[in-house]
């Protein structure tokens, strides 16, 4: 009897015959190896993949609003998105990124009355989801254990993310928003800390990159840190901490 290759998690070369229409190799590879669906039978997989349908999206669009939120899951196959947080006045607060393997459910966001709106969800290159209907999703949810844990295990590490953003979000200047990252991410008795690709690190604070490179020197210049090819060395952490307000 021929081996499809899904429920042993070897792929046939004939995957057009099995996967969902629209679907691609590296679509069915990516989503296994998704968080979401780590310890679960590919029979389990599937049957999520054969609910959702693919979407792609170029550079810099719009994939969700406050005002306009897919009655849907996300799971981000390939590219990244960037996620704006806006409080009550408009003003944005908050950002962080989501990339291929993690998952989004951006209609269970908190109501425009909260603290922070619903995320704005753009695109930051080449983007490609699968859109899993909310109702089928939830069904899966409740019918199999491990998925609920994993899902309560992602949504624990984004709660994270945000907390630590949101300590970052109030940073009066590039300075203090720096300051506060590397206090953030050394450890209590760490005094170094690499921020290659620096590209990547002012995405991840929301700056632009000059803006990261100008807010070291700064640093440099109160012999706060030395930096020397993307290599940070603290040298003053009681003043980095009343730099922060810590």
């Known amino acids: 009897m021929q ?27 990516q989503a296994a190896a998704a968080p979401i669906f780590a310890g679960l039978p590919a029979e389990v997989i599937m049957e999520a993949l054969k609910s959702g349908r693919p979407r792609c999206f170029g550079k810099d669009q719009q994939v969700f609003s406050p005002d306009c939120r897919p009655q849907a899951f996300l799971l981000v196959l390939q590219g990244r998105i960037r996620l704006y947080y806006l409080d009550r006045d408009g003003e944005e607060r908050a950002m962080r990124f989501v990339g291929p393997g993690d998952l989004l459910c951006p ?8 603290t922070l709106h619903p995320p704005f969800g753009e695109s930051v290159g080449s983007l490609r989801l699968l859109v899993l209907p909310a109702a089928c999703f939830l069904q899966l949810l409740r019918e199999h254990f491990l998925l ?3 899902l309560i295990a992602q949504l624990a ?19 203090v928003l720096v300051a506060r990252y590397l206090l953030e991410r050394l450890p209590d008795h760490g005094k170094s800390i690499n921020l290659r690709p620096i590209r990547m690190t002012a995405q991840e604070m929301g700056i632009a990159r000059e803006t990261l490179s100008r807010a070291i020197a700064g640093l440099c210049k109160r012999n706060l840190i030395d930096y020397r090819c993307g290599q940070v060395l603290l040298l003053d952490r009681p003043g980095l901490l009343n730099l922060a307000n810590l």
């Open 3 to 29: 081996n499809s290759g899904i429920c042993t998690g070897r792929l046939a070369d004939d995957s057009k015959h099995w996967l969902p229409p629209g679907l691609q190799l590296g679509d069915w590879r």
């Open 148 to 150: 609920a844990r994993n």
């Open 157 to 175: 590490t984004s709660l994270e993310r945000a907390s630590q953003q949101a300590c970052l979000s109030q940073a009066r200047s590039a300075p």
């Open 107 to 114: 209609h269970l966001e908190g109501e425009p009355n909260d």
